[in-house]
């Protein structure tokens, strides 16, 4: 079976189709689900701190400005 490249008048062997498909499937990289927790966990965590300085510097100046209308 020969396989159409970007051009049309060009076609794969079926050889060379089979030594570059088990080319490719050799170098795939094993995927470990502990390490793709990591990162999503790590990625959360950023998130999550960002968010929270977010906050905390969107409501500094609504405290001062409380504590000053307060002391008048």
């Known amino acids: 079976m020969s396989v159409n490249s970007y051009n049309q008048y060009v076609k794969l062997s079926d050889a060379l189709e089979r030594e570059l498909m088990r080319e490719a499937l050799s170098c795939g990289e094993p ?13 959360l965590k950023a998130v999550v701190h960002v968010i929270a300085r977010t906050l905390s510097d969107a409501t500094r100046p609504l ?10």
């Open 63 to 72: 405290g001062n400005a409380h504590v000053q209308s307060s002391a008048r």
């Open 31 to 43: 995927v470990s689900v502990i390490d793709l927790t990591k990162s999503l966990a790590k990625g």
